[in-house]
C-alpha cells in the first residue's frame, strides 16, 4: 500500500508541476504612445460665402433686326444688350443714294 501512495503522491506532484508549469505570467504588449497632437485659438473673422456655376444666359424672347432697303449705316441707336421697344429707331442709314434716286426720277 506504501507503494500505492507513493505513486499517488508522484503523480499529483507531478500534475501539480504540469499545472503550476502553464500558468506563466503573459508577456504584456508595449502600449503605443499617444499621438501628437497641436492645438491653436480659433480666429474670429467675417466670412463670405459663395459659389461657381457653370451655366449660360438666354434671352426670355428674341428678334431677328434686318433692314427694308439696302445701304451704308450712318449710325447705330443702340448698345448690344440694351433693351429696346417698338418704335424706337435702332439704325440711320445713309439718305444720299435713296435721295439720288428720287431726284433722277423727278428730273
Partial sequence: ??????????????????ALGGC?????????????????????????DFDEYTGKFAAVESVD??????GYLDSI?????????AGQVLFQIDPRPFKAAVDAAEG
Fill in 1 to 18: 500500500m506504501r507503494r500505492f501512495q507513493a505513486i499517488g503522491a508522484l503523480i499529483l506532484m507531478s500534475g501539480g508541476l504540469l
Fill in 24 to 48: 506563466e505570467k503573459a508577456v504584456s504588449k508595449a502600449t503605443p504612445s499617444p499621438p501628437t497632437v497641436t492645438v491653436a485659438r480659433p480666429i474670429v473673422r467675417d466670412v463670405q
Fill in 65 to 70: 433686326v434686318r433692314a427694308r432697303v439696302k
Fill in 77 to 85: 441707336g443702340f448698345k448690344d444688350g440694351d433693351e429696346v421697344r
